[in-house]
């Protein structure tokens, strides 16, 4: 079946400094790829998206790259700031097990400090 | 507009004992889902609504797990003879139904048994 494979937290950053979090995938077919944010006390928010090969998500500086040859959807950030402290979860959308439904990776803490 | 909105936000209840968690997902959206947030694990699907075709109910973990929505709207998630291994923050989530479109989630129920 389908899963995500997040790196596992927490991180823990300086302001301003870069940001990567790996996600990897395994998938049949041709899954949407998504990363969702879920800062203290909130509930999750779609930060975002890419649905094919090669397709770069964008959003509050964040971006990723769908990468099919690796199946990988990494998380960056050149330039990390305190209220991006959240929990960030890797998730696909696929249609595996007669459904539709979102597979979420375990989430990865991000911590930021001045 | 209204998001999802999850009540209670909090419950608490005594092991044996039957709770019913709601949902009432943003207008027009004709997909809901119920998800199982545990502490230290990522999110894990339960049920899936689209419209009038029948609930994809592959994620439940145990016939005591049932949800149903009515009109198209409201869902209702009940747990019955809760376990100590039931307390998670349960959320939900609705989206527009076609392929690919973003979930909007709810804060969630926090479900505690004692």
């Known amino acids: 079946g389908d899963s995500v494979t997040q790196m596992e937290g927490p991180v823990t950053l300086s302001e301003e400094a870069f940001l990567t979090i790996n996600c990897t995938y395994t998938?049949?077919?041709?899954?949407?790829l998504f990363w969702y944010v879920q800062y203290p006390g909130e509930g999750l928010q779609l930060l975002l998206k890419?649905?094919?090969?090669?397709d770069k998500g964008s959003n509050k500086g964040f971006e990723a790259t769908y990468r099919k040859e690796t199946t990988s959807f990494h998380l960056e950030k050149g330039s990390v700031q305190v209220s991006d402290s959240a929990v960030y979860f890797c998730?696909?959308?696929?249609?595996?097990?007669?459904?539709?439904?979102?597979?979420f990776g375990t989430g990865t803490q991000l911590k930021v400090e001045l | 507009g209204a998001g999802v909105s999850q009540s209670p936000s909090n419950k608490v209840t005594e092991k044996g004992k039957d709770v019913e968690l709601r949902c009432d997902p943003i207008s027009g959206h004709t997909a809901l889902y119920w998800y199982r947030q545990s502490l230290g694990q990522g999110l894990e699907f339960l049920i899936y609504f689209q419209g009038n075709s029948a609930p994809d109910k592959s994620g439940l973990p145990s016939d005591r797990f049932s949800a149903e929505r009515t009109g198209g709207s409201v869902s209702t998630l009940t747990i019955q003879r809760t376990q100590q291994e039931d307390s998670a923050v349960y959320l939900c989530?609705?989206?527009?139904?076609?392929?690919?479109?973003?979930?909007?989630f709810g804060d969630g129920t926090r479900l505690s048994i004692l």
């Open positions: 890419a649905t094919k090969a090669d």
């Open positions: 998730a696909l959308w696929g249609l595996t097990g007669g459904g539709n439904k979102l597979t």
């Open positions: 998938a049949t077919g041709y899954p949407s």
């Open positions: 989530a609705s989206s527009l139904g076609t392929p690919n479109q973003p979930q909007h």
